[in-house]
C-alpha cells in the first residue's frame, strides 16, 4: 500500500480509478488520502479483527511445499495488483495471499470489495485481492461489528464464497476428486417454488445450496428438512447467485447488503466445510437468531403469508407508520426503530405485492420488498448509540431529568421498558417500591449470558437476572423492565459462566454507620479484587475466602435522608461487584440506624449547603402536609359563626318572615313569587 499507483497519497493528485466498468482518471479529495491513521485503522483494526476471525474458524487442506503464485498481477475484478517474483518462483510457506489495497471507490458508499484471482488444479482459492475505500477507512469504536463484517464478508468471497467457485462444479467431495456442479447447487422447479400473493398464485425458480452439512445446518436453523439453503435471487451479476437469500437469512454475514451486526453464522462455515477445501471450527460461529425454529412456512411462504398466519412473530411488519410512532426493537434486539414499508412504490412486480396495496413494499430488494423493523437510518442501534428514534418518552424528558436507565455498548440489548426516575443528588434506594413507573417505550440495557438459560440486564451499573418472559425492578427506579421469552434464542450456545459472584448473607443485619459486615455468598474469588456498595463505596474490603467477605459502611456523613435515622429502621441494599465489572445484590439486606444527634444535624446542614435547591424542594415537600392539615384544621375548627337570624317587616304584610343573610338572590325571588297574596285589610 506504500507505492500503489492507484492510492492517493496527496489531495489533489490524480489517479486510474474504476467508475463502474471503466477506468477514469480521478482527482483525489483529502477523504481519498490514505494517512497513517487509516493505514493503521486498516491494517491493525479491521484486518486483525476479520484475518483473526477467519484463521480461528478456516483451516486450509493443503499439499506439500510452498504456495507458488503462476501468474504476474492478480486482480479483482479491479485494476490488478503486481505479484512479487518471489511468489512466482520459490513460493512461500503460506495456505493463502491475499494482496489488500486501498483505493478509491466511486460512485456510492462502499466499504470494500474482494474476488479469487488464483486457484488450483482442484479450484481452490491460492490468492485473491481485497480494495477497501480509503475515504471509508473511518474508525469509530462501536460500529467495529459493522465495519469488521464486511471486511470478512469480501475476505470470503476471496476464499470462494462466489457462485463462480460452485457453479462450475470446482467443489471437491471429501475423498479430493473432482465433483458435477449439480452436487453442490441445485435450481428448485417452479412446481417447487410457488407463492401466493394478494395478486393470485405466483411461480418462480431459485437456486440452493443442496450439499450435505449446509442441508444439515439449514435444517437445524428452521426446525425442519429443508431442500436446500436458498441464494440471492436479486440484485446485479456480482450479488445474485453469490450471497444468502436476504429475506430468509437476514442479517447472515454473507447476504448481499451489510448490516449493523453481522451474524458469522455455523451456516456459511458448512458452506466452507463442503468444498472439501478447508475443515471448519464450528465452536467460533455465532448464532443465526432470524428465521430460527419458524418451520417451513417461514421459508416457502412471502412475508405477507406469514404475517396473516404469525401477525406477532418478531421480524416482519405489515403497516406504514406514516407518523413515524410505532418504534418497537428489531428481530434480534440489536437495536429499536421503526418499520422500513413505504407506500410510494409504482406498482411492485406482482410476485413482490405481499401487501393489500401494489404500491406497499419494504425498502429492501433483496429482501424481496418485505417489511422488517431494523433498516439503516430507521434504526437506533444499541451498539453505536446515535439514536434517531424519538419515542413517546423522550417527549415527557423535555427537561432531561427523567432516567430511564439506558445503556449504548457492544453488549446493550433493546428491551420494553417502564423503568424512570428523577435524577436528584439523594439517594433513591429506600424508595423503589413506591416510585413510579414511566411510559411504556422500547430502550437499549447492557446485557449478557451467564449461560444458555441466564440471561442478564444491567441497569446504573448493577446486574439483575432477567427470567425468560418475565419483568424485573431495578434499584432506584420506578417501573419495569421486560425480559425477552426464550424462543427468541439470545443465550443459545452461552457457555456458563462460573466466575459470577452470588451474594445469599449479610451479618449483622443492622447498625450504625462505620459498621464492619460479614458478606456471605460463592464464586468470591480473591483475584477479582471486589468492591462492595451500600448507595456508597464501602472500605476496607478484603475477601477472606471464596464464600466470605467483609467491609465497612460507611460514615454518617453518607447518610443524611431522614429516611435513615434509626427510628424509621430504614433497610439498604447491599452489592457485590467484581474488577470485571459483574456484581450481585441483596435486597433490603441491612437496616441503617443513624442517630439523631449533633453529628446528625451537622452532615444535614453540610449537604443542605452544597444542594441549596434541593434542599429547598425537599422541605417544601415535607412541609406541604403540614400547611394542609393546618389549612383544613382552620377550616374545620376555626369557622366563622353564622349571623343571628333578624325578623323583617314588608310593607304589604303583617306576617313575619325569617331569612339568612345568605340567601342567594334568586332564591329569595323564588320564594316572593310563590308567597300567597296578602289579606287586604
Not at 22 to 46: F, I, M, P
Request: glycine content about 8%.
Amino acid at each position: 500500500m506504500d507505492s500503489d499507483p492507484y492510492t492517493c497519497y496527496s489531495a489533489g493528485s490524480t489517479v486510474s480509478a474504476l467508475s463502474g466498468r471503466s477506468v477514469v482518471n480521478y482527482r483525489c479529495t483529502a477523504a481519498d488520502v490514505l494517512t497513517e491513521t487509516k493505514k493503521s485503522y486498516l491494517v491493525d483494526t479491521l484486518l486483525k479483527k476479520s484475518v483473526g476471525w477467519l484463521e480461528s474458524a478456516l483451516n486450509v487442506v493443503r499439499g506439500t511445499g510452498n504456495l507458488l503464485i503462476n501468474t504476474a498481477s492478480c486482480s479483482a475484478n479491479a485494476l490488478e495488483v503486481p505479484v512479487s517474483s518471489l511468489y512466482q518462483s520459490s513460493g512461500v510457506d503460506a495456505d493463502f495471499i491475499l494482496f489488500v489495497t486501498s483505493r478509491p471507490i466511486l460512485g456510492g458508499s462502499t466499504l470494500a470489495f474482494a474476488s479469487t484471482c488464483v486457484v488450483d488444479n482442484l479450484g481452490r482459492p491460492l490468492a485473491g485481492q481485497a480494495n477497501f475505500n480509503t475515504s471509508n477507512l473511518v474508525g469509530v469504536a462501536n460500529d467495529l461489528p459493522r465495519q469488521a463484517g464486511v471486511a470478512t464478508h469480501e475476505i470470503s468471497h476471496a476464499l470462494g464464497f462466489s457462485s463462480g467457485r460452485w457453479t462450475y462444479g470446482t467443489f471437491v467431495q471429501y475423498n479430493g476428486q473432482d465433483s458435477a456442479g449439480n452436487w453442490v447447487i441445485n435450481r428448485l422447479p417452479p412446481s417447487s417454488c410457488y407463492t401466493t400473493v394478494p395478486a393470485g398464485t405466483m411461480y418462480d425458480s431459485h437456486d440452493v445450496i443442496i450439499t450435505p452439512t449446509v442441508l444439515a445446518t439449514a435444517s437445524i436453523l428452521f426446525g425442519y428438512s429443508v431442500d436446500g439453503a436458498a441464494l440471492e435471487d436479486g440484485g446485479g451479476s456480482g450479488t445474485a447467485g453469490s450471497h444468502w437469500e436476504k429475506r430468509i437469512f437476514m442479517n447472515e454475514y454473507m447476504t448481499g447488503s451489510e448490516v449493523n451486526w453481522p451474524i458469522l453464522s455455523n451456516l456459511t462455515l458448512s458452506l466452507f466445510k463442503d468444498s472439501g477445501w478447508y475443515t471448519v471450527n464450528f465452536d467460533v460461529a455465532d448464532t443465526l437468531v432470524w428465521g430460527r425454529g419458524l418451520g417451513t412456512d417461514f421459508v416457502n411462504q412471502n412475508c405477507g403469508q406469514w404475517l396473516k398466519k404469525f401477525p406477532t412473530r418478531p421480524g416482519f411488519c405489515s403497516s406504514v407508520d406514516s407518523l413515524g410512532t410505532n418504534v418497537q426493537c428489531n428481530y434480534d434486539r440489536r437495536g429499536y426503530g421503526l418499520c422500513n414499508l413505504l407506500d410510494t412504490y409504482t406498482n411492485l412486480p406482482s410476485i413482490y405485492r405481499h401487501y393489500t396495496s401494489a404500491t406497499t413494499g419494504g425498502q429492501s430488494m433483496l429482501a424481496d420488498y418485505c417489511g422488517y423493523f431494523g433498516q439503516e437510518g430507521l434504526t437506533t442501534w444499541c451498539n453505536i448509540g446515535a439514536t434517531n428514534i424519538q419515542q413517546a418518552s423522550d417527549y415527557f424528558n423535555f427537561l432531561g431529568t427523567n432516567d430511564y436507565g439506558e445503556q449504548f455498548g457492544l453488549g446493550s440489548r433493546c428491551l420494553s421498558t417502564t423503568l424512570a426516575r428523577v435524577n436528584t443528588p439523594i439517594t433513591l434506594d429506600s424508595f423503589t417500591n413506591i416510585l413510579l413507573p414511566g411510559p411504556p417505550s422500547v430502550r437499549c440495557y447492557n446485557s449478557t449470558c451467564a449461560g444458555p438459560d441466564d440471561f442478564r440486564v444491567q441497569v446504573n451499573g448493577i446486574w439483575y437476572k432477567c427470567p425468560w418472559s418475565s419483568s424485573v425492578s431495578a434499584i432506584s427506579y420506578g417501573g419495569k423492565v421486560t425480559c425477552p421469552s426464550q424462543d427468541e434464542h439470545l443465550c443459545d450456545g452461552a457457555k456458563v459462566d462460573n466466575n459470577w459472584p452470588a451474594v445469599t448473607s449479610v451479618y449483622p443485619t443492622s447498625g450504625k454507620p462505620a459498621t464492619t459486615v460479614t458478606i456471605t455468598g460463592n464464586f468470591l474469588i480473591n483475584q477479582f479484587n471486589y468492591t462492595v456498595w451500600m448507595e456508597v463505596e464501602c472500605t476496607n474490603v478484603k475477601v477472606v475466602s471464596n464464600s466470605t467477605i467483609v467491609a465497612t459502611i460507611p460514615g454518617g456523613d453518607h447518610f443524611v435522608s431522614l429516611a435513615d435515622l434509626a427510628i424509621f429502621r430504614t433497610a439498604k441494599n447491599i452489592y457485590v461487584k467484581d474488577s470485571q465489572g459483574r456484581t450481585a445484590l441483596l435486597v433490603n439486606s441491612f437496616i441503617i440506624q443513624v442517630p439523631f444527634d449533633a453529628e446528625y444535624l451537622k452532615n444535614l446542614f453540610n449537604w443542605m449547603g452544597a444542594n441549596p435547591l434541593w434542599a429547598f424542594i425537599i422541605w417544601l415537600i415535607i412541609l406541604l402536609p403540614f400547611f394542609c392539615c393546618c389549612c383544613i384544621i382552620y377550616k374545620c375548627c376555626c369557622k366563622k359563626p353564622k349571623k343571628p337570624r333578624r325578623a323583617a317587616n314588608h310593607e304589604y304584610t303583617n306576617e313575619r318572615e325569617y331569612y339568612d343573610d345568605d340567601y342567594e338572590v334568586d332564591d329569595y325571588y323564588d320564594q316572593m313569587q310563590k308567597r300567597p297574596a296578602a289579606p287586604k285589610k
